[in-house]
């Protein structure tokens, strides 16, 4: 079954991306480092090139057909991505740079409502984008900060997140995927039981839109927030959703042009959603790119991908149990890959993560290795750094077998020489 998988996906798709055909030191590259950021497909990048060399002009601004043609090509992406997350209205898609921009851009505007005593639930899971946003929003504002724990087995603590539920909870911002355990938190039941006390829910989904469906109306989250290169797309390309009424609530969080209805010397009218949130020349080439890479994923299918990547999961994790000295964190997947997805935060001992990634690189293997933007998880984990290996549905069984092959090498490396 999984040799089936694999030809149409991971085989199939191969020669889509142009970077992974090329050698690291003299051997094939295997790029397992993509909960940092993924590849991009030709397509991708000839849409690029296709802005830049026949549509290239600023948006919105201009009657001229090169500023037609942008203008479409922008928008159109917009739909793109209301259509990939399943938004009620292509108004709910507000461009950023990154997803860590569309979260400062909620704690700056909607933000902006919280008083003294409200309360802000977190986990210690988060990643620092979806952490300082909100100590600077609680500094700001003598707001408390609140957060979830691990269970047992290293996941969200539902039990204990309800506990800490409200009537002075106002906000509650989690990760629906963590970039570090890989465990899948059930982001539907959380805006459920946040709802029930009249809180507002966020969801950081920047590790869960690359790899399985999303609907943010079954879901419910109030906001969810994208990065575009985690998922065949450019940098420096996100997005925010938010639900349309609350959105048109909230004040506008940068000022300048574009995002004005007119404009006198001593005050301003807005435009209306989304432009109202997206200040100056934006990312034109990045969001067309943006729809490009949606358009890429959707043609694969998500479920497929998702599918593809528990098998990728079970082989992953069956094979790192041949390496005793390594301690995963997070969650064990089941049988079938489910339950978490393709990631491996590990240690091996007291081989430092930094000096297994370099031996490994050596090998044409990319991993990473650090705290991955999770220093209070990892301070909670008791680990300084860990080591990551993150599959993406363009990598293959083979690849994994590499990656096994000179992490054994490393870790028998190092024991030799801390034996």
Not at 189 to 196: K, P, Q
Not at 228 to 250: N, V
Not at 356 to 383: E, W
């Amino acid at each position: 079954m999984t040799i089936i998988q694999e030809k149409t996906i991971a085989v199939k798709v191969r020669s889509d991306f142009p970077i992974l055909h090329q050698q690291i030191h003299g051997k094939p590259l295997v790029y397992l480092d993509n909960a940092a950021t993924s590849q991009k497909p030709i397509a991708v990048l000839d849409a690029l090139r296709h802005y830049y060399e026949f549509d290239n002009a600023n948006v919105h601004r201009g009657v001229h057909t090169l500023s037609s043609r942008a203008t479409d090509s922008y928008e159109g992406a917009r739909d793109k991505v209301a259509a990939f997350v399943n938004a009620a209205s292509r108004q709910e898609i507000v461009y950023t740079r990154n997803a860590t921009e569309a979260i400062n851009l909620v704690a700056y505007s909607w933000g902006s409502t919280l008083k003294s005593g409200d309360e802000i639930i977190l986990s210690v899971m988060e990643h620092h984008s979806n952490l300082i946003p909100w100590q600077m929003l609680a500094q700001r504002t003598g707001a408390v900060l609140k957060f979830v724990g691990l269970t047992e087995t290293e996941e969200f603590d539902f039990e204990q997140f309800k506990s800490l539920l409200s009537d002075k909870t106002k906000i509650v911002s989690v990760v629906h995927v963590s970039n570090t355990l890989g465990c899948i938190n059930p982001a539907k039941e959380i805006c459920a039981e946040a709802h029930r006390h009249g809180a507002k829910v966020l969801i950081d989904a920047c590790q869960s839109l690359p790899h399985m469906a999303i609907d943010v109306q079954d879901m419910d989250c109030d906001w969810l927030v994208g990065s575009g290169h985690k998922m065949c797309a450019p940098t420096g390309i996100g997005f925010l959703y938010g639900k349309l009424d609350l959105l048109r609530s909230m004040p506008p969080f940068l000022g300048g042009g574009e995002m004005i209805a007119d404009v006198f010397l001593d005050h301003a009218t807005y435009a209306d959603l989304p432009h109202k949130f997206e200040a100056g020349t934006p990312a034109i080439a990045e969001a067309i790119g943006l729809g490009a890479a949606v358009d890429y994923l959707t043609n694969i299918g998500m479920d497929k991908i998702h599918a593809y990547e528990e098998e990728l999961t079970a082989y992953l994790f069956h094979k790192l149990k041949e390496i005793p000295e390594l301690h995963i964190y997070g969650p064990q997947p089941n049988a079938d890959g489910s339950g978490r997805t393709a990631l491996a935060a590990f240690t091996a001992g007291d081989v430092h993560p930094h000096d297994l990634s370099t031996i490994l690189d050596q090998a044409g293997v990319a991993i990473r290795a650090g705290h991955h933007c999770t220093q209070p998880l990892h301070r909670h984990l008791k680990a300084q750094s860990t080591a990551r290996a993150s599959l993406y549905f363009y990598n293959t069984r083979e690849e994994i077998d590499v990656f096994i092959a000179s992490l054994k090498e490393a870790v028998e490396f190092f024991g030799g020489i801390f034996g």
